[in-house]
């Protein structure tokens, strides 16, 4: 899963300035009548931070997702967590209760990996990827169709630093930019 999501993202950013901050989104209804949506983001970060603290912070970030889900949307978000205490995979089984009363669950898997020095895809520097994809099946968690809107979700982030942008900036002592390009596609079904 993570090399895949890590030759995916390498190719998707391939010929892009990741020193600029960039989006695209798309929204679409799939042949089988799915709602989809399509965003891909680039997200210059510049400060004195390593690599790893912004990768954990995304870490904890997205192990946490049910808060942000509350606060952004309004709804009511339950998580289920599955080895919350993994440093490298997680699952997550999300309920989410709408204002206007309509139930929406997710099922997702999370794997993530650091490296301090990544010569394949990070160019010799620290290189983190995050994939997340939704878990089809679960007998413990077994989706519910006829009660609850089924949302899958599959999402890769990664954090790189910048080659062009890796000298100490004078006013701020050590600070590098690096880039957290991410990619995701969420389907209603």
């Not at 993202?9 to 949506?37: H, K, N, T, W």
């Not at 978000?77 to 309509?102: I, K, M």
Request: contains cysteine.
């Amino acid at each position: 899963m993570l090399r895949d999501a890590r030759r995916f993202m390498s190719e998707r950013i391939r010929f892009m300035d990741l020193s600029i901050p960039s989006s695209e989104q798309s929204c679409f209804v799939s042949p089988s009548g799915d709602y989809c949506a399509l965003k891909f983001v680039v997200m210059p970060l510049e400060g004195t931070c390593s690599a790893k603290q912004v990768f954990d912070t995304l870490k904890f970030y997205l192990f946490h997702m049910e808060i942000m889900i509350s606060e952004v949307t309004g709804d009511l978000t339950l998580c289920e967590e599955e080895y919350p205490d993994s440093q490298a995979v997680s699952q997550h089984h999300f309920l989410r209760s709408t204002p206007s009363g309509h139930q929406v669950e997710s099922n997702d898997a999370i794997f993530c990996h650091f490296d301090e020095t990544n010569d394949e895809f990070g160019d010799g520097r620290a290189y983190g990827v995050i994939a997340i994809d939704y878990v089809d099946k679960d007998e413990l968690h077994p989706y519910t169709p006829n009660k609850r809107l089924r949302q899958d979700l599959t999402s890769i982030l990664t954090h790189v630093l910048l080659r062009a942008h890796c000298i100490a900036a004078a006013d701020t002592g050590n600070a590098l930019l690096g880039t957290v390009p991410t990619w995701l596609v969420v389907k209603h079904n």
